[in-house]
């Protein structure tokens, strides 16, 4: 799809349809199974661990859902106290300062993961383990931690727990139609592929500090914070803006190309890339993490999917998926699927979708509810993220170390060239 942007048109926009998507869940109808365990009049005990920004949306979504006797909020967890303060409040959930106390509550049936980035896995991991059905945040782990990638897809069928990854643009219907007509070959053999993100403005990742004289200590819990990442002092900024800073985020790769990216992996069935390339740098904003990024990854016998960013400028670019005979493309009025007779090379009729639901978080939200009743898989799923955070992470390290970034498959394992 079309990915161009401003303060008024992504990931802020985002977080206000998502909240306005909520309110219309209100109205939506939830069919529950007659041979759920759980039983027709139960609830689902919804836990939130990470309560900022992001988590808001979540919340009123699930608020939304309580209005209809679906969920019911019961916990809250943030290293933060005035945060999660603040998210009790809203929900009447019980405050936690530790993801792992709040696990331990039998009244959670689903957590919702909303922590930075470095804590995504670690906790949807103790998740699982505790027998809970999970919804984690984009992107499913830090850049630097894909064996936690794979060991969280381990755990997750090993324990029979349910994962949807929270990229919002997996939560439409029609891409099994699009997924049936690639795979009846409609266009040929897909070689090529394009898509991009992109806006003006690093508002996304430069998020508001409440206390700049906040310090660590009973309210501020800076090494839980810190987690696995290097030690070191405490820093007003790293805390709340965590998203500027390579040791907790992976700028624009993963916080932005993930969710154009999701889709192609959906469609094309992709497994893990062979190679990747990974390029670009901070040209215009004072920061750690790029505000440029290009990613090319090849796959063994194709597609080379490239991936474009900038924060510079939001004229974009649709999302094409090229075939030897014919394309497809997916922009924000919908899809088009242009097949080219192999004989004469002319364009034959070309087939029209509309979208039904991608962004929508709260559709999201409704497909992990239904799939904690039925346990089948969700729309954006474990065995997904996995796969589409490889090219992802290996484009930063490869940008980092200026190296041409290699995938070992029978080691499932990232390797410098």
């Not at 998210?87 to 930075?116: F, M, N, Q």
């Not at 993100?197 to 906040?214: L, S, Y």
Request: hydrophobic share 40%; charged share 20%.
């Amino acid at each position: 799809m079309t990915q161009s942007s401003n303060p008024s048109s992504s990931r802020r926009t985002f977080l206000k349809t998502a909240a306005a998507a909520g309110s219309m869940a209100a109205g939506s109808t939830f069919t529950v199974l007659a041979d759920d365990a759980r039983g027709a009049n139960d609830r689902i005990g919804v836990g939130f661990i990470g309560t900022g920004g992001r988590c808001q949306a979540h919340i009123n979504i699930v608020n939304q859902f309580k209005a209809q006797g679906i969920t019911q909020p019961v916990a809250v967890c943030d290293v933060y106290a005035p945060r999660v303060q603040a998210a009790a409040a809203k929900t009447g959930g019980k405050v936690y300062r530790t993801h792992e106390d709040l696990l331990a509550d039998p009244r959670v049936d689903v957590v919702c993961i909303a922590s930075p980035d470095r804590h995504h896995a670690p906790q949807a991991i103790d998740a699982v383990r505790a027998g809970k059905d999970v919804y984690v945040e984009k992107p499913l782990v830090h850049w630097s931690q894909f064996n936690l990638a794979k060991q969280l897809e381990q755990e997750t069928n090993k324990n029979g727990r349910i994962v949807q990854v929270g990229t919002q643009y997996m939560a439409d219907d029609a891409y099994g139609q699009i997924r049936q007509l690639i795979a009846d070959g409609a266009v040929g053999k897909i070689v090529h592929v394009q898509a991009g993100f992109f806006r003006r403005g690093d508002w996304g990742e430069r998020m508001h500090i409440p206390d700049a004289n906040a310090q660590p200590g009973p309210e501020l819990d800076w090494d839980r914070f810190l987690g696995d990442a290097p030690k070191v002092p405490f820093d007003v900024s790293r805390f709340f803006q965590w998203r500027l800073y390579w040791d907790y985020a992976g700028g624009p790769a993963t916080d932005l190309l993930v969710h154009t990216f999701t889709p192609v992996y959906c469609l094309l069935g992709l497994d893990f890339p062979w190679r990747v390339l990974g390029g670009g740098g901070s040209f215009q904003y004072d920061r750690e993490v790029t505000d440029q990024c290009n990613i090319i990854a090849d796959y063994k016998d194709g597609p080379s999917v490239v991936m474009m960013n900038s924060l510079s400028n939001y004229t974009g670019i649709e999302t094409k998926i090229r075939g030897t005979n014919g394309i497809i493309l997916l922009s924000d009025a919908g899809i088009r699927i242009v097949p080219i007779d192999p004989k004469t090379r002319k364009e034959t009729d070309e087939i029209r979708l509309k979208w039904n639901g991608m962004g929508d978080t709260a559709k999201l939200w409704r497909n992990l509810i239904d799939c904690v009743k039925t346990r089948q898989q969700p729309f954006s799923p474990i065995s997904a993220a996995v796969r589409v955070q490889a090219p992802l992470s290996m484009g930063i390290i490869g940008e980092l170390k200026n190296k041409v970034v290699l995938f070992n498959p029978d080691t499932k394992s990232i390797e410098l060239s």
